[in-house]
């Protein structure tokens, strides 16, 4: 397959509007799912389809290079997902974001690096495999893998013989400065609304009478953590942190990166509505208040223990008598490995001699739900790695992907896939 081959099917791919998070677009998620389907029986996989009522389905295909044990050939699971963020703000892109635009030594669109360009370059590397490969394609990473730990369960007979996991929706830190993560934050997000009042009351009559909603959340966030330090104030939230070590410490100093975002957890305002946000003044008191606030975890805590302590906390903060309701989104505990297996030192090595600089070792204070999943369920090695650069805006607008960087990740992968 040459060049204009590959960009045609990545055109194809990326104008497929599949926003998991946009139940409008849902036939667009399908059609995706169908795209790849598709691609994987032209590379003569055995493809199966995991669906949860009318979710985005969990693609898992089989490419069967040989059979015969004997031939020293080992089998290694593929992963990337196929749903992408929305466009907005559309007036902010300088290129239509559904429709691929190579410019100026970049690939232009939505989901270009996060994560269809991975997927093309998978996809595309495939033939040159000298192992079985399990290929492992979402279709809700971008709304929290929901489904994802019940799906692969259903196909776990489809993953048995996997030796290491290859996840495929990381970047590197520059052209020549390669990377493998090896630990990720965990996440689990919190939408809390406060009701005072069953309309918007009159600020002069009702000040100092009636609780503010937006006041009372406030001042309950506020309580939660201080902004100054970035310390989490909820009693008992850092009881189970992992303690990192002086070698792993060292280890992440070489990537230059300050040290904060990756090996500690945090708590951020999502956003928050309340009251009247119009031209001019309304005088009112709001009739309530909502956040949205989430909370990155790091090795060794329970997202489960930690979405009991902000329930307790919230409970014992706010005024006796106050009328909230609390939703908790999914959530996930922190991803780690040992960053010295065999699997991680050999792909280290690969990726030295394609991109002609060391391999970093890192950790991110993002989350991939699959990652910590994969590890859990099956006990093998999961290697994180991407080919994006830092200024390829993911999950904003004006996404794009390297243009070289990504031909040469199509190199590496045909590398690590044959190892």
Known sequence: MDNKQVLEKFEKLVAIQSVSTDSKRHKEILKAADFIKKELINLDCQVN??????????????????TDRSKNCKTIGVYAHYDVQPEDPID??????????????????RGTADDKGHLIEILVATKKSRNNIVFIFEGEEEIGSKNFKELILKAKKDLKEIEAFYIFDMGMKDKNIPQIYYGLRGIV???????????????GVYGNRVPNPAQLLADLMSRMKDSKTGKIKIPGFY???KEITQEEKDLLLKSNDTLLSKIYPSLDINGMISGYTGEGSKTIIPAEAMVKFSIRLVPNQDHKKIEQLVEGFIKNNLPKGVDYKLKIFG???????????????KTAKILSQVFQGETKFNRSGGSVVAAEILQRLFEK????????????????????FDEEMFWKGIVAIEKIFAQ
């Open 92 to 109: 902010q892109w300088k290129t239509p974001p559904f429709r691929l635009t190579v410019k100026n030594g970049k690939i232009y669109g």
């Open 49 to 66: 389809l995991y669906q949860k009522d009318d979710c985005p389905p969990l693609i898992i295909a089989s490419y069967n290079f040989c």
């Open 331 to 345: 959530g996930n505990d922190a991803f780690y490995i040992d960053f010295k297996n065999p699997h991680t030192k």
């Open 239 to 241: 009881d189970q942190v």
């Open 189 to 203: 997000a919190f939408e809390l609304k406060i009701k005072t009042s069953e309309i918007d009351l009159h600020s």
């Open 381 to 400: 090695p999961v290697i994180l790695i991407g080919f994006t650069l830092p200024d390829n805006n993911i999950h904003a607008p004006n996404e794009n």
